[in-house]
């Protein structure tokens, strides 16, 4: 009779240990991703299980090897610059490691006209978790997790699923990429494999978000997501780029970043500021984390409405784009013209648990759904939709280009836009 009480206990502690966190996470390891492409150049990047070369050939549409590049051995982030490409010109490239074909995908330069169409995808907040990770360092669930055996989100697989159906020029993310920490233990759940589709053929950019900032202060987003290098702060937490007629300034504006409020001296408050009255591209877009006003939890944001919104405002920014609150929300007119309010557009709704919103007269939509949202300019037309789900249609919005006193206003501000905003309207 002892004996088999023993017995059983023995393998009832025997069972309770397979789900005890006794191991390390499972090494982070991910599919070939495209990042930072321009009119030349494009990082095909990798992350590898074990330390390893890789090489990448690029091939034109015919086939024809365009170009080999090679990175060092023995490592495991793998960031292959690949150069000497045409603008608006689409490729093939292919991933070899060890001799064999590891990965494929396509990628497509940026465009050198204003005339070519541009189409990219926005969202926020994606990074809602299975409950398995969280014990992935259990015997039980280590080497299925590992060999990716697990499911993940279905709000954000779903969403990654209707991104890469899409085949947007490029992705934005608006921040809070993974949750809680921002730790590499959940990128790969939370965020490559759901998106390796859409990531294997077109660049992702993103904001932090605060979620992005609570264990290393961003370095392991940043490690991940090879951004282009802002020059006013010589790293990767305010950059802009341009595809196109579009230009996007990406902003880190959360008070850790720069150790204060939104204002003068805080690095994001200085590098738009710096940016605003040179960038040229007739559709300019900043986007950051933090909403300027919601419905939501974040409610208006002070420092942001007082700082940032004349400025953006002044400077006839076409739209302002934020995560945070989990939710899609839009504040600001449409109608042709500007000078009147900025578009603002909260787009948190990429996975995470929802947030409810509340009436407020200011705000032209209030969805509180899972969406993602898609972005069209086309002339001087900019076409915004928020699609849920399913497939269904949140919103659409048409955004113009200044037109008449707002655009004598931009031409004194900043001519070489205004120049490129006639020679739009002139078709």
Same mark, same amino acid.
């Given at each position: 009779?002892?004996?088999?009480?023993?017995?059983?206990?023995?393998?009832?502690?025997?069972?309770?240990?397979?789900?005890?966190?006794?191991?390390?996470?499972?090494?982070?390891?991910?599919? /070939?991703?495209?990042?930072?492409?321009?009119?030349?150049?494009?990082?095909?990047?990798? $992350?590898?299980?074990?330390?390893?070369?890789?090489?990448?050939?690029?091939?034109?549409?015919? %086939?024809?090897?365009?170009?080999?590049?090679?990175?060092? +051995?023995?490592?495991?982030?793998?960031?292959?610059?690949?150069?000497?490409?045409?603008?608006?010109?689409?490729?093939?490239?292919?991933?070899?490691?060890?001799?064999?074909?590891?990965?494929?995908?396509?990628?497509?330069?940026?465009?050198?006209?204003?005339? /070519?169409?541009?189409?990219?995808?926005?969202?926020?907040?994606?990074?809602?978790?299975?409950?398995?990770?969280?014990?992935?360092?259990?015997?039980? !669930?280590?080497?299925?997790?590992?060999?990716?055996?697990?499911?993940?989100?279905?709000?954000?697989?779903?969403?990654? #699923?209707? $991104?890469?159906?899409?085949?947007?020029?490029?992705?934005?993310?608006?921040?809070?990429?993974?949750?809680?920490?921002?730790?590499?233990?959940?990128?790969? /759940?939370?965020?490559?494999?759901?998106?390796?589709?859409?990531?294997?053929?077109?660049?992702?950019?993103?904001?932090?978000?605060?979620?992005?900032?609570?264990?290393?202060?961003?370095?392991?987003?940043?490690?991940?997501?090879?951004?282009?290098?802002?020059?006013?702060? %010589?790293?990767?937490?305010?950059?802009?780029?341009?595809?196109?007629?579009?230009?996007?300034?990406?902003?880190?504006?959360?008070?850790?970043?720069?150790?204060? &409020?939104?204002?003068?001296?805080?690095?994001?408050?200085?590098?738009?500021?710096?940016?605003?009255?040179?960038?040229?591209?007739?559709?300019? $877009?900043?986007?950051?984390?933090?909403?300027?006003?919601?419905?939501?939890?974040?409610?208006?944001?002070?420092?942001?409405?007082?700082?940032?919104?004349?400025?953006?405002?002044?400077?006839?920014?076409?739209?302002?784009?934020?995560?945070? *609150?989990?939710?899609?929300?839009?504040?600001?007119?449409?109608? #042709?013209?500007?000078?009147?309010?900025?578009?603002? $557009?909260?787009?948190?709704?990429?996975?995470?648990?929802?947030?409810?919103?509340?009436?407020?007269?200011?705000?032209?939509?209030?969805?509180?759904?899972?969406?993602?949202?898609?972005?069209? /300019?086309?002339?001087?037309?900019?076409?915004?939709?928020?699609?849920?789900?399913?497939?269904? !249609?949140?919103?659409?919005?048409?955004? &113009?280009?200044?037109?008449?006193?707002?655009?004598?206003? !931009? &031409?004194?501000?900043? +001519?070489?836009?205004?120049?490129?905003? *006639?020679?739009?309207?002139?078709?």
């Amino acid at each position: 009779m002892i004996a088999r009480l023993v017995r059983r206990l023995l393998w009832v502690v025997g069972f309770g240990c397979l789900w005890l966190p006794l191991l390390d996470d499972p090494p982070l390891a991910t599919d /070939a991703y495209v990042q930072d492409v321009t009119q030349d150049a494009a990082t095909v990047a990798m $992350i590898t299980a074990q330390p390893a070369q890789i090489r990448c050939v690029v091939h034109d549409r015919d %086939g024809k090897v365009v170009t080999e590049v090679s990175g060092p +051995p023995e490592r495991r982030r793998h960031a292959l610059r690949v150069t000497g490409l045409h603008s608006g010109t689409d490729y093939r490239y292919v991933v070899t490691r060890d001799g064999g074909k590891v990965a494929e995908g396509r990628l497509r330069t940026a465009p050198a006209t204003d005339q /070519a169409p541009v189409q990219f995808a926005f969202l926020g907040d994606s990074g809602g978790l299975p409950w398995w990770v969280w014990m992935q360092k259990s015997p039980a !669930l280590h080497l299925p997790a590992r060999w990716d055996w697990l499911g993940t989100s279905h709000a954000v697989t779903r969403i990654g #699923e209707r $991104i890469a159906a899409a085949k947007p020029d490029f992705v934005l993310h608006l921040g809070d990429i993974v949750y809680p920490w921002g730790r590499n233990a959940q990128y790969s /759940a939370g965020f490559f494999r759901p998106f390796a589709a859409a990531m294997r053929n077109a660049p992702f950019y993103a904001v932090l978000g605060n979620h992005d900032l609570m264990d290393t202060g961003g370095l392991q987003a940043l490690a991940n997501l090879h951004l282009p290098r802002g020059e006013l702060t %010589g790293d990767e937490r305010c950059y802009s780029f341009a595809w196109g007629a579009v230009r996007i300034i990406a902003l880190d504006c959360d008070p850790d970043h720069g150790g204060g &409020r939104y204002e003068p001296g805080h690095p994001a408050f200085d590098y738009l500021q710096a940016q605003l009255p040179v960038c040229s591209e007739p559709w300019v $877009i900043v986007a950051s984390h933090f909403p300027i006003r919601s419905a939501s939890r974040a409610r208006n944001n002070a420092d942001l409405m007082k700082s940032m919104l004349p400025v953006l405002k002044q400077y006839q920014v076409s739209v302002y784009l934020s995560g945070h *609150d989990h939710c899609y929300q839009r504040f600001g007119p449409s109608a #042709e013209g500007g000078g009147g309010e900025v578009p603002l $557009i909260v787009s948190g709704g990429g996975g995470k648990s929802l947030y409810e919103v509340r009436p407020d007269k200011a705000a032209a939509v209030l969805q509180s759904q899972y969406h993602w949202c898609s972005a069209a /300019a086309q002339g001087d037309v900019l076409t915004v939709r928020s699609h849920g789900l399913d497939g269904d !249609l949140l919103d659409t919005v048409e955004l &113009r280009l200044p037109a008449g006193e707002a655009l004598e206003e !931009l &031409r004194r501000l900043n +001519p070489a836009r205004a120049t490129r905003v *006639d020679g739009l309207r002139v078709r």
